[in-house]
């Protein structure tokens, strides 16, 4: 089977002064980079106006004669504009938004987010400008200039007829717009640097430089938490919890609850200050991007829970810095978008990178997942490209078309398989051809499950219990032992047994197989549970009755298993598309 191939990208280019040159950039297009170089310094400009004084006392004249000057390149009519933004898409995409012909890196885009049904897409750039386009046509719908200083946060109410921007500086203000028409709803005075709705959409919750706080659409604002000195870098999606990096240590980041419960612990483990964060949407995990890092840092956010330190990993493959990151809504990968003009996608679990996405014209700065997690959207900000292309997820990650059916029957087992290799390449190789084959692949999901279900079923549960009374002492240790290992699952049936048994045989077993705490089975291994999970992604992608039928067989196992938490996350994202 074809697997995704690494591209290889070219190194990149030293910094200088403090200002980064990204590769294959031209020196003669970077003046300000030019200007500042060691060799000349600011004394540069100095020596040019010097230059330009002589050359003009000595009467010499311009190259171009006594004519003048050449006529002005004339403006890009609107229709050769729009041709521009017709021109073929990269690989995986599926439309480009703006215009290509590049323009000033203030009309880039630094900010993105998703209408819930996927079909809008909010940008905001440096000029202060938030527009709204149609993704699929691919048009502007609104263009929103109401803000006097450079917005910050963006937010889409849950039924998607507001969008929310907010500002600080010169214009502390959160301001709700019509999407379709760009027409001010709600203001609300006090600035924000992130901003989300409540779940009802009746409340905006805001983070400004030194507080959260509710602000109803119809009421009195309300103060939540106070945080300590820091820049706001992510809000949780459920607005539970924010992190601060720390303006006293510029490698820690502290992670406040947003009522007054405990806080969570400090993170640290990356060596530059943070510049951009994201929690993911189920909370487990957090990320950062770094001042000038290639690379992302990770933390899974479970062991801080439970009071230990949080171990940061970290993401390498990126040949210049790292600008902006993003989850998925399953929360099973991370989108990064870098300097080197790609974006790329890891998946979590191995901490590995699934696909690269090239074709924008210069820096990326920023990344946003659609609710669904098949679209991604990344938006250039740079004199070559100030567009937003918009990519199909599941296409670029799951690169393999060829079918599981056209293998023998004892082949497709083996391929399914390979689901659980610790190469998500592999994996995901799987994965497509499982999306191109899709009842093949229901029917041997189903056959597996079938097997599991058997093995922790409740009548086969029950067929244990009762061979605990066998008169064979072999049987009776069989089932003894079987039952240990499904400790969590016969939980509510070992404690009816312990109760409603006449034997005492029955009775002296079960007491000390609950014993064993409740979550401790180890009949679960690691490449099982990577097996599990990967299948759901695939009968997500999928998508069709008969795969919903095999996520909830999925969804009804022990709720602590991720596979499980990850199926239930499937059925819910499959039943609002």
């Given at each position: 089977m ?11 280019m ?16 970077s ?8 060799q000349?310094?600011?004394t ?16 010499i004249?311009?190259?171009w004669?006594?004519?003048g000057?050449?006529a002005?390149v004339p403006?890009i009519?609107?229709?050769a504009e ?22 000033s890196p ?13 079909r809008?897409?909010?940008?905001r750039?440096?000029d202060?400008i ?6 699929a ?6 263009k ?9 946060g ?7 007829n ?9 214009d ?16 609300i ?7 989300s709705f409540?779940p ?6 805001a983070?400004?430089?030194t ?15 106070r ?5 706001a870098?992510?809000?949780?999606s ?12 510029r490698t ?8 007054d ?18 929690f ?9 991007c770094?001042d ?22 970290t993401?390498s ?10 989850f ?9 978008a870098?300097?080197?003009k ?9 901490r ?17 997942f659609s609710a ?7 938006g250039a900000?740079?004199e070559g ?5 918009v ?13 599981l059916?056209s293998?023998?029957?004892a ?17 995901y ?11 093949v692949?229901?029917a041997?999901v189903g056959?597996?499950l079938?097997?599991?279900?058997a093995t ?5 549960i ?10 064979e ?16 699952e016969?939980?509510?049936l ?23 705490p409740t ?35 999925i ?9 499980v ?10 039943g609002?598309?």
């Amino acid at each position: 089977m074809a697997l995704p191939a690494l591209i290889n990208l070219p190194p990149p280019m030293p910094y200088n002064r403090g200002i980064y040159l990204k590769p294959n950039a031209s020196r003669r297009s970077s003046p300000v980079a030019v200007l500042r170089n060691q060799q000349f310094g600011e004394t540069f400009p100095c020596l040019m106006m010097l230059a330009l004084a002589l050359w003009v006392s000595l009467g010499i004249k311009p190259a171009w004669g006594d004519e003048g000057p050449p006529a002005a390149v004339p403006a890009i009519p609107v229709a050769a504009e729009k041709a521009q933004s017709a021109a073929p898409l990269p690989k995986h995409a599926v439309a480009r938004l703006g215009s290509t012909a590049g323009g000033s890196p203030l009309l880039g885009v630094y900010g993105l987010v998703f209408s819930p049904d996927g079909r809008r897409l909010a940008t905001r750039s440096a000029d202060q400008i938030v527009r709204v386009w149609d993704v699929a046509g691919g048009r502007e719908l609104a263009k929103i200039d109401g803000h006097k200083d450079r917005v910050l946060g963006m937010a889409f109410s849950p039924d998607g007829n507001l969008l929310a921007t907010s500002s600080e500086g010169d214009d502390p203000a959160i301001r709700c717009w019509d999407p379709a028409t760009g027409k001010l709803v709600h203001a609300i005075a006090g600035g924000a640097r992130l901003i989300s709705f409540t779940p009802d959409g009746k409340a905006i919750q805001a983070v400004d430089r030194t507080s959260i706080f509710s602000y109803p659409l119809a009421g009195e604002k309300q103060l939540l938490r106070r945080l300590g000195s820091g820049t706001a870098l992510a809000m949780s999606s459920d607005g539970g919890a924010v992190a601060v990096s720390d303006s006293l240590s510029r490698t820690r980041i502290k992670l406040y609850r947003s009522a007054d419960r405990p806080s969570l612990q400090s993170l640290r483990g990356h060596l530059s200050p943070p510049i951009s964060g994201a929690f993911s949407p189920n909370s487990t995990w957090f990320a950062i991007c770094a001042d000038r890092s290639q690379e992302a840092t990770v933390w899974n956010l479970q062991p801080v829970a439970a009071a230990a330190a949080a171990v940061p990993s970290t993401l390498s493959g990126h040949t210049a810095p790292v600008q902006a990151l993003a989850f998925s809504p399953d929360s099973r990968h991370l989108a990064t978008a870098s300097w080197d003009k790609t974006v790329r996608i890891w998946e979590l679990s191995t901490r590995q990178q699934v696909a690269v996405l090239e074709g924008h014209r210069d820096q990326v700065c920023s990344v946003a997942f659609s609710a669904d997690g098949r679209q991604l959207a990344s938006g250039a900000a740079g004199e070559g490209d100030t567009t937003t292309i918009v990519w199909n997820v599941p296409a670029a990650m799951f690169t393999s078309k060829e079918k599981l059916e056209s293998f023998a029957p004892a082949e497709q087992t083996k391929i399914l398989s390979l689901l659980s290799a610790e190469d998500p390449a592999v994996a995901y190789a799987v994965i497509g051809s499982m999306i191109a084959a899709p009842k093949v692949a229901i029917a041997l999901v189903g056959k597996r499950l079938q097997g599991e279900n058997a093995t922790a079923g409740e009548e086969e549960i029950r067929r244990l219990l009762k061979q605990l009374d066998h008169d064979e002492f072999r049987i009776r240790e069989e089932a003894h032992r079987r039952l240990l290992e499904l400790r969590t699952e016969a939980d509510t049936l070992l404690r009816e047994a312990l109760v409603n048994s006449p034997s005492a045989e029955v009775r002296h077993r079960v007491e000390k197989i609950l014993k064993k705490p409740t979550g401790s089975s180890n009949r679960i291994t690691d490449a099982e549970r990577r097996w599990m999970t990967r299948a759901v992604l695939a009968l997500e992608q999928i998508g069709t009755p008969e795969a919903q039928q095999q996520l909830k067989l999925i969804a009804a196992g022990p709720a602590h298993e991720p596979h499980v938490q990850d199926a239930v996350g499937a059925l819910k994202r499959l039943g609002k598309s």
